[in-house]
């Protein structure tokens, strides 16, 4: 459920809609939500001084419920 609201959110600030992918994996302390994005919009995601993540954190945090949640948004280019 986390995956797919993440996903429509992070849909709604790119321009490039298609390339947006969000990978969910289970982790001893919680989950992790990776988000992966057209290079062009990458900055879209992060916003200002991070702003625009640290608010997709938030809603992603208010919508677990308790549970332990990161979110982290993975520059394609440097992971290759």
Do not use: F, N, Y
Request: hydrophobic share 40%; proline share 1%; no cysteine.
């Amino acid at each position: 459920m986390l995956e797919e609201a993440l996903e429509h959110l992070v849909k709604g600030i790119v321009d490039h809609d298609e390339d947006v992918v969000v990978r969910h994996k289970e982790l001893r302390r919680g989950e992790l939500l990776e988000v992966r994005v057209h290079p062009d919009d990458l900055g879209r995601v992060i916003g200002r001084s991070g702003r625009t993540a640290g608010a997709l954190r938030t809603v992603v945090g208010a919508l677990a419920g308790g549970k332990q949640v990161r979110v982290d948004i993975v520059d394609t280019d440097r992971s290759r």
